[in-house]
């Protein structure tokens, strides 16, 4: 037990540390563009159907980024009061700015992490949402029993996640750069993958041991379309997603795999009919979960 605690420890160490490098380019390549759009718009349907015309409640985001999908909810429920939070410092620091940009003084934010909400009194949030967070999250069950104390009785918990790579095509093509920037080189796996819980099945299990009853999992569409420098700079980039492994690489002595790596991109993309007039678009499937604390 120690053991495991250590290592929840470790790996949300580095996740901090590695969301406090690329948070910037995350918020404005990703969530500025409206890259998250379709996800916002199914957190937001499934929270003012549950508010319905309720005209006073807080909202915790967690995993919050650079502000999604805190800050398009508070725009679309200007009763709601939303407290945005994320692990990282540096992409709390973003969202005040974003809230500036959409003409939003509804959301308030401050760091924390979801697998420990101890600056939350129990009993205090009408809903708990999280985007795209819970598979990098090394104790994710921890997590949802906190979502579930810092909820009101009859509170909603909505949390959105990617479907298995089969329907994941953005996914698909992080993995094929990945391989082809490798070549012969095992780079080490991470079981806190994009698609980690692409099988509903285990979080359905594990909200209902948190507590959580009428819990459901939904499938929607969340494609994309990305210009080719935006893509670049969100993979491969200073700050991009795959800036660990490519800095693994460059320690084994591919010295020029920075160089390599935005012509592996283009590579790929063209090689799976992907990239058009310079831009790449993906179907995507996404899972959003939804459960009440009674």
């Known amino acids: 037990m120690e053991a495991q605690q250590q290592d929840v420890e470790r790996v949300t160490v580095e996740q901090r540390s590695r969301w ?86 509804n959301v308030e934010s401050q760091p924390a992490d979801a697998q ?21 999250m090394p104790d994710h069950a921890r997590a949802l029993r906190e979502a579930y104390r810092v909820l009101k009785p009859g509170g909603l918990y909505v949390a959105s996640v990617w479907a298995a790579l089969d329907n994941f095509q953005f996914g698909q093509m992080f993995v094929e750069v990945l391989k082809a920037l490798a070549g012969d080189v095992k780079l080490p796996s991470s079981p806190y993958t994009p698609w980690r819980f692409g099988d509903p099945l285990q979080l359905l299990q594990d909200l209902k041991a948190a507590n959580f009853s009428n819990v459901e999992c939904t499938p929607y569409s969340h494609d994309m379309t990305w210009t080719l420098p935006d893509l670049i700079q969100f993979q491969v980039g200073p700050f991009g997603q795959s800036r660990p492994s490519l800095e693994r690489l460059k320690a084994l ?33 996404a899972l959003l979960f939804t459960a009440i604390k009674q």
Not at 54 to 62: A, E, G, K, P, Y
Not at 120 to 133: L, W
């Open 20 to 105: 406090d490098s690329s948070s910037q380019s995350y918020s404005e390549v990703v969530i500025r563009r409206g890259t998250m759009e379709p996800n916002a718009r199914q957190v937001i349907a499934a929270a003012q159907q549950h508010f319905q015309n309720s005209t006073d409640f807080w909202v915790l985001d967690v995993a919050s980024n650079g502000g999604n999908p805190a800050v398009p909810l508070a725009k679309a429920m200007p009763h709601a009061h939303v407290v945005a939070t994320d692990l990282s410092p540096v992409a709390v620091s973003l969202i005040s700015d974003y809230a500036l940009a959409e003409g939003v003084d």
């Open 253 to 285: 002595g591919r010295d020029n795999v920075d160089e390599e790596a935005p012509k592996v991109v283009r590579s790929v993309l063209e090689k799976q009919g992907m990239l058009k007039e310079g831009k790449a678009h993906f179907e995507n499937t």
């Open 116 to 136: 420990n909400l101890e600056q939350f009194h129990d009993c205090s949030f009408g809903a708990v949402t999280c985007s795209y967070g819970l598979m990098f």
